[in-house]
């Protein structure tokens, strides 16, 4: 082989692609030809050596040549011969252009070929920097090396018995050698393949136990031990993996017979189920307690992932001022997305978006329509006030259900708007004026206090102060704020504003003689125990509600067994109603006279 090529000092090899089509290319080609007439010049000693090295290599390759003919054994490496102009051809200007294209192949292959011998190490940098002064070097080696070479390799002539030119016989050599090359580096790639391919194939035998493995554990979902427990409180929270063991334990709570670990109790479950989903959901252990009483496990999550997402956004229509199809014609070219609330409302619309704000358009500073939730709908419609009535709504801040009742009754007979916050009853006034409402009067009385001031009302509608558990989308607060004795403190003031609204109900009047208790809550403390509270304490008696949709209230829970007319009462979710959580009841009068051995012991209760 002929020396390698120094990349510092780069010998011009022949004209560039744009001198290919110049005519006398092939005279040029002559200028950087040796030329083989000079004589035979004398070697110096480590030549001499590279000589011997060279003529030992070009056996061991010529042992290594694969036998002539195409098998499955050398498909991988044998490519067809490129086509090679005799010397004596007759060159024409296209024969010329194949010649420089394949020399440019040539000479890129050979600069592969040195690429390679660089990276293998097989030839000492140090005998090259010694030895460039004393022997000219060209693509193929010294001078010398190249006469030698051409005189062992006589045989390798054309079928026709012509010389090659030095330049093919070059090539033809350094083919060889990249072809012994690349039959042994074939031959490592199919041992280093069959290598891979057996560490694949074991890899994925163990994937597959694995997964059989894993899949064996999640059939059964084993309670975290005393070190995994401790280990929790100090290492950061995983809410991936907290998540994923909720869902394994509810459904081995769900299953528990056939799906516990024995051994392990059922409250042992339930306790680390609530402990998940405190710290998942960011409540506090009795908040969450109170839910997980009040709902099935499998409707748990539903509710407490509902309590994360915004409700829709839903206006009223004031049909004392529009109707809805305009109402929503006119928003729409102004360029909000919205549709009909539901079959069950003739007045509501749902805000899907809206390019414009939706609470300062000329639309509601005219006063067409109402920004209220769809849950405060249904307070309304079950009162079902009619025209020229008497009627007190007791705590009617911001406004819109008392604006509701007024539409209903298309501003005949007389509303009394009343609150015990004065700083609230600002955006009532502003509400009344702006809705068009003229039959409506403004107090400021607390409610328990009331009957003392004015009495003998149709109908009365009381949206108590309570907890918020149902409205925990607009007051995420209310996940930690809230404790047992908030729950009992709102319950105890409950029972007397129902108390004292039922006492405002005229039971004589011909129309009417009916109240509606609701609250945003959904704890059973803070509804069915108020309204059973008021059964045992009030003439009165729970009648539907007329909303078609709805849960049932309770009749028994835990503990507790209230009165079986309870069931007609209704129950609204954010998982499965899409609104606010929410309690209507509503009770009819039928006697004005107060028990006074109920009054008595409900002054005991009160004292407690």
Do not use: C
């Given at each position: 082989m002929g020396r390698k090529l120094d990349p510092t000092n780069k010998v011009k090899r022949g004209p560039g692609k744009k001198a290919r089509?110049?005519?006398?290319?092939?005279?040029?080609?002559?200028?950087?030809?040796?030329?083989?007439?000079?004589g035979p010049k004398r070697l110096s000693s480590r030549g001499r050596k590279r000589a011997a090295k060279r003529i030992q290599k070009s056996a061991e390759v010529t042992e290594k040549q694969p036998k002539k003919g195409f098998t499955d054994e050398n498909s991988k490496w044998l490519k067809p011969a490129k086509r090679k102009r005799k010397v004596d051809e007759p060159e024409n200007e296209d024969d010329s252009?194949?010649?420089?294209?394949?020399?440019?192949?040539?000479?890129?292959?050979?600069?592969?070929?040195?690429?390679?011998?660089?990276?293998?190490?097989?030839?000492?940098?140090?005998?090259?920097?010694?030895?460039?002064?004393?022997?000219?070097v060209d693509d193929y080696g010294t001078v010398d090396d190249r006469d030698e070479e051409a005189a062992e390799e006589g045989e390798e002539e054309d079928s026709d018995g012509e010389d090659l030119l030095p330049i093919e016989r070059a090539a033809k050599k350094d083919k060889k050698l990249k072809e012994a090359l690349d039959l042994e580096s074939d031959e490592d790639d199919d041992e280093e393949e069959d290598d891979e391919e057996e560490q694949k194939s074991d890899a994925e035998m163990d994937e597959d136990d694995t997964i059989q493995t894993n899949t064996d554990e999640g059939e059964r979902f084993r309670l975290p031990g005393a070190e995994e427990s401790e280990m929790e409180g100090v290492t950061p929270l995983d809410l991936k993996s907290i998540h994923q063991r909720i869902k394994d334990n509810i459904d081995v709570l769900c299953n528990f017979s056939t799906k516990r670990e024995p051994g392990k109790d059922r409250t042992e479950y339930i306790s680390l189920l609530k402990k998940d989903l405190c710290t998942y959901y960011s409540y506090n252990?009795?908040?969450?307690?109170?839910?997980?009483?009040?709902?099935?496990?499998?409707?748990?999550?539903?509710?407490?992932?509902?309590?994360?997402?915004?409700?829709?956004?839903?206006?009223?229509?004031?049909?004392?001022?529009?109707?809805?199809?305009?109402?929503?014609?006119?928003?729409?070219?102004?360029?909000?997305?919205?549709?009909?609330?539901?079959?069950?409302s003739k007045v509501g619309l749902v805000i899907y978006d809206s390019s414009v704000p939706i609470g300062?358009?000329?639309?509601?500073?005219?006063?067409?329509?109402?920004?209220?939730?769809?849950?405060?709908?249904?307070?309304?419609?079950?009162?079902?006030?009619?025209?020229?009535?008497?009627?007190?709504?007791?705590?009617?801040?911001?406004?819109?259900?008392?604006?509701?009742?007024?539409?209903?009754?298309?501003?005949?007979?007389?509303?009394?708007?009343?609150?015990?916050?004065?700083?609230?009853?600002?955006?009532?006034?502003?509400?009344?004026?702006?809705?068009?409402?003229?039959?409506?009067?403004v107090s400021n009385y607390d409610g328990r206090q009331f009957p003392k001031v004015m009495g003998g009302f149709d109908r009365v509608l009381l949206d108590a102060p309570c907890s918020g558990t149902g409205?925990?989308?607009?007051?995420?607060?209310?996940?930690?704020?809230?404790?047992?004795?908030?729950?009992?403190?709102?319950?105890?003031?409950?029972k007397e504003l129902i108390l004292a609204a039922i006492d405002s109900v005229?039971?004589?009047?011909s129309t009417g003689g009916y109240l509606v208790y609701c609250t945003c809550s959904i704890t059973v403390e803070e509804n069915e125990c108020v309204v059973d509270y008021a059964l045992k304490k009030r003439n009165v008696k729970l009648v539907p509600t007329g909303l078609d949709f709805g849960t049932e209230g309770f009749t028994r829970f835990r503990e507790r067994k209230f009165h079986p007319s309870l069931k007609l009462?209704?129950?609204?979710?954010?998982?499965?109603?899409?609104?606010?959580?929410?309690?209507?009841?509503?009770?009819?009068?039928?006697?004005?006279?107060?028990?006074t051995a109920a009054a008595g012991k409900g002054n005991r209760a009160s004292n407690k």
């Open positions: 089509k110049q005519q006398g290319a092939e005279t040029e080609l002559a200028k950087f030809l040796t030329d083989e007439e000079t252009n194949e010649h420089w294209e394949e020399e440019d192949e040539e000479e890129e292959e050979e600069q592969e070929l040195l690429q390679k011998k660089k990276d293998q190490g097989k030839k000492n940098e140090e005998e090259e920097e010694d030895d460039d002064d004393e022997e000219m252990s009795f908040l969450m307690e109170k839910f997980m009483d009040l709902f099935p496990l499998s409707e748990l999550v539903d509710f407490l992932e509902a309590n994360e997402i915004h409700r829709p956004v839903t206006i009223r229509t004031n049909t004392l001022k529009t109707r809805r199809r305009d109402l929503a014609q006119a928003l729409i070219n102004r360029g909000v997305n919205l549709d009909p609330l539901g079959k069950w300062a358009t000329p639309e509601y500073l005219a006063g067409q329509y109402m920004l209220q939730g769809a849950s405060s709908f249904l307070p309304v419609m079950a009162l079902s006030p009619q025209e020229g009535e008497l009627v007190l709504d007791m705590s009617s801040a911001p406004g819109g259900k008392t604006t509701y009742i007024a539409q209903l009754m298309r501003n005949t007979g007389v509303i009394v708007a009343n609150d015990a916050n004065a700083d609230r009853l600002k955006s009532v006034v502003g509400n009344i004026h702006r809705l068009g409402v003229t039959n409506t009067v409205v925990i989308a607009k007051d995420p607060a209310v996940k930690t704020s809230k404790d047992e004795a908030d729950i009992r403190r709102s319950a105890h003031l409950q005229n039971a004589e009047s009462s209704r129950r609204f979710y954010p998982h499965s109603h899409n609104m606010d959580g929410f309690f209507v009841a509503k009770l009819k009068k039928f006697s004005n006279v107060i028990p």
